[in-house]
T-cell receptor, first 115, second 110 residues
Framework: DADVTQTPRNRITKTGKRIMLECSQT?????MYWYRQDPGLGLRLIYY???????NKGEISDGYSVSRQAQAKFSLSLESAIPNQTALYFC??????????????FGPGTRLTVL | AQSVSQHNHHVILSEAASLELGCNYS??????LFWYVQYPGQHLQLLLK??????LVKGIKGFEAEFIKSKFSFNLRKPSVQWSDTAEYFC????????FGKGNQVVVIP
């Protein structure tokens, strides 16, 4: 969905480096999410935020941190990247405002490789 | 904890064949149900969703899904697939949070 953008789209880095993945949305949604996708494992939730001052851990938050800089921006950081964090990372947004059904809409993904 | 099961991770079929992908979930309360599709190299797109009402839900591209509460199932179907349906399909269930199944990789042979 073009309303949800992620940068970078691809990144190769080395073990121990700090990496930040960024997500921006123009949908006006208040809720934002970070997932990682691994082959055969589906999508797993890393962190989610229901508003600017709200940050919640998902099922696999260890090794990650997030920042909700504004309603439209939600960044994911890997403080010290390790090879098993190699994955495809997706940002998603949703809302229940205005009668919306909280359906999540996904960004194009960031492919991260940690060497 | 809530879980979502998708069976037959890899499905290979010919064009015009019928497709059915199973999805079962473990949570017994009120749930919202979704099917997403991920075409090769692309992000997840919503195929269809069920919140309430008619348990037979019609989505985009000729897909439909049936919610059977007694079986905790939300199976996806398409009567006649096309080569362009080659993709990975994910079932997702929401109670408090959205939980995804591990996906079905579907390959349609022309």
């Amino acid at each position: 969905d073009a309303d949800v953008t992620q940068t970078p789209r691809n990144r190769i880095t080395k073990t121990g480096k700090r990496i930040m993945l960024e997500c921006s949305q123009t949908k006006g949604h208040d809720r934002m999410y970070w997932y990682r996708q691994d082959p055969g494992l589906g999508l797993r939730l890393i962190y989610y935020s229901f508003d600017v001052k709200d940050i919640n851990k998902g099922e696999i938050s260890d090794g990650y941190s997030v920042s909700r800089q504004a309603q439209a921006k939600f960044s994911l950081s890997l403080e010290s990247a390790i090879p098993n964090q190699t994955a495809l990372y997706f940002c998603a947004t949703s809302t229940t405002s205005g009668g919306e059904t909280d359906t999540q809409y996904f960004g194009p993904g960031t492919r991260l490789t940690v060497l | 904890a809530q879980s979502v099961s998708q069976h037959n991770h890899h499905v290979i079929l010919s064009e015009a064949a019928s497709l059915e992908l199973g999805c079962n979930y473990s949570y017994g309360g009120t749930v919202n149900l979704f099917w997403y599709v991920q075409y090769p190299g692309q992000h997840l797109q919503l195929l269809l969703k069920y919140f309430s009402g008619d348990p037979l839900v019609k989505g985009i591209k000729g897909f439909e899904a049936e919610f059977i509460k007694s079986k905790f199932s939300f199976n996806l179907r398409k009567p006649s697939v096309q080569w362009s349906d080659t993709a990975e399909y994910f079932c997702a269930v929401r109670n408090n949070r959205l939980a995804f199944g591990k996906g079905n990789q579907v390959v349609v042979i022309p």
